[in-house]
């Protein structure tokens, strides 16, 4: 009985042996396995160059910002926009008259002006980046 196990599982070994043979020398499927190889190169190329183009990206800003080159005027010009169109459609759905609106904008200004003019006089400073003009 045990050469009867045997001789079935060599059988089994030998249609194994046989199947992965005839997978192996199968000429779609190694066309297929080469183009989905291509594929994944590809795509793991187009990753690594976009994380590389990331990674200098922000080493350029971070060199830039160690020499003091700083691009503030942008952003500082578009909150400043902002500000404005705030302000003028405020002014338009405001619930009181034009000049009632102007009478508080203007008292919120001298208001603003007089507590700037506070901090400058009692000699208040404002801490910038922490270089102190280096």
């Given at each position: 009985m045990s050469t009867f196990g045997?001789?079935?599982?060599?059988?089994?070994?030998?249609?194994?042996?046989?199947?992965?043979?005839?997978?192996?020398?199968d000429a779609k499927l190694w066309a297929a396995v080469n183009d989905r190889v291509r594929e994944r190169a590809g795509d793991l190329g187009d990753l690594v160059r976009d994380k590389y183009e990331v990674a200098t990206d922000r080493l350029d800003d971070a060199r830039g910002a160690l020499r003091g080159e700083t691009d503030w005027v942008s952003p500082v010009a578009s909150f400043l926009g902002g500000i404005g169109i705030g302000v003028a459609v405020g002014m338009l759905f405001a619930p009181v008259s034009g000049e009632e609106a102007r009478a508080a904008i203007r008292d919120r200004a001298k208001d603003v002006t007089s507590k700037v003019n506070e901090m400058a006089g009692s000699g208040a400073r404002f801490r910038g980046t922490g270089t102190e003009g280096d």
């Open positions: 045997r001789r079935s599982t060599a059988k089994q070994w030998a249609r194994l042996a046989m199947k992965v043979g005839l997978l192996i020398t």
